[in-house]
């Protein structure tokens, strides 16, 4: 417990996810595939020369892919470090495939196809791999996660992503998260598809679809502490000066809000505000540091001050208007 404190619950699931067993054949290279498709960049030169490299944040996500590759498709991938000067000159670990190894990654994934001559082309750029099957779809979206995935502490919030970053994995992801029943959403950030969950049952599914059920627990533990805490802040707060006053602020704001709704509707607001707006009004025992946490794209405690503000000035202006 106490190190999966100091680290990010995220990496929490990601160690708990690489731990797991590689699982059946049909299962690895279901997972081999997502990360192709998350991690995966093709190269060609003249004379037929292919490689495939992944590039990988999180050394554990990089051995388990070697493992993977090296035990499903008995390949052999070259690993490098290279040093960003980006994000605080973070390491990444890069696997490469070249060759005869390259070409029967390809093939595995149904990339390639053999012509008459017994020369062999590449057909797509785009793994494909039938997931018919429940376990391969748990691979998948476990690969997925590994490659492009994130997940909010749920002490701050819940929110669960992918970041899809061609339209083929967002329908890939879209298609398997629907088999499996739990409701999705798309937003786009930066010209690149997310694929997001909302809400704490949402997302324990996901991670105990993936594997993780240790995670799971985790997240059930905190969820229980929060209403915990808010229980017994609500009951401090009936004879402590200063929880009163933050309940009184935020009900002065959830009224302001409530005004504006009312007269004008949210949804005339900037989609940043009508954010701000949502999420008080859900929230009334909540600070604002912690609403500013909760946002899709968090802030902190004087942006979302920021935001209030203009909320609280847009109902005034309101209220000067009528009188
Ligand atoms: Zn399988």
């Avoid at 192709?36 to 388990?64: C, K, M, N, P």
């Avoid at 000067?85 to 029967?104: E, F, H, Q, Y």
């Avoid at 009951?235 to 006053?245: L, P, S």
Wanted: with cysteine; net charge positive; proline share 3%.
């Amino acid at each position: 417990m106490a190190t999966r404190e100091r680290q990010s619950f995220a990496a929490g699931v990601r160690q708990e996810l690489i731990r797991l067993p590689a699982g059946k054949s049909c299962c690895m290279l279901s997972e081999i595939s997502a990360l192709t498709q998350t991690s995966g960049h093709l190269a060609f030169r003249g004379g037929g020369w292919i490689s495939v490299s992944y590039r990988l944040e999180d050394a554990g996500v990089a051995r388990r892919l070697f493992q993977l590759l090296k035990k499903r498709l008995g390949v052999n991938p070259a690993l490098h470090f290279t040093q960003t000067s980006r994000l605080g000159g973070r390491r990444t670990c890069v696997l490469t495939l070249t060759g005869a190894d390259a070409r029967t990654l390809l093939d595995a994934l149904h990339m390639t196809e053999t012509d008459e001559a017994g020369q062999i082309h590449l057909k797509r750029t785009v793994p494909r791999h039938p997931m018919t099957r429940q376990c391969c779809r748990r691979a998948f979206l476990r690969g997925a996660f590994l490659g492009a995935g994130t997940v909010t502490n749920p002490e701050k919030g819940y929110h669960f992503e992918w970041k899809a970053e061609d339209s083929h994995l967002r329908q890939n992801l879209g298609r398997l998260l629907e088999k499996s029943d739990l409701p999705f959403h798309v937003y786009t950030r930066y010209g690149k598809e997310v694929v997001y969950l909302k809400g704490a049952q949402e997302i324990a599914d996901a991670l105990a679809l993936m594997g993780a059920g240790h995670s799971v627990l985790a997240m059930e533990n905190t969820r229980i502490q929060k209403q915990m805490r808010a229980a017994a802040v609500r009951a401090a707060n009936c004879d402590e000066h200063n929880g009163e006053k933050m309940l009184d602020a935020a009900q002065k704001q959830a009224e302001a809000i409530r005004q504006i709704s009312l007269k004008q509707g949210l949804f005339t607001l900037p989609p940043a505000l009508q954010e701000m707006a949502r999420l008080r009004l859900e929230n009334p025992e909540l600070s604002l540091k912690e609403l500013g946490e909760m946002m899709e794209k968090p802030v902190t405690k004087s942006g979302a001050g920021n935001r209030m503000k203009r909320l609280m000035d847009i109902a005034a202006r309101m209220e000067e208007d009528e009188t």
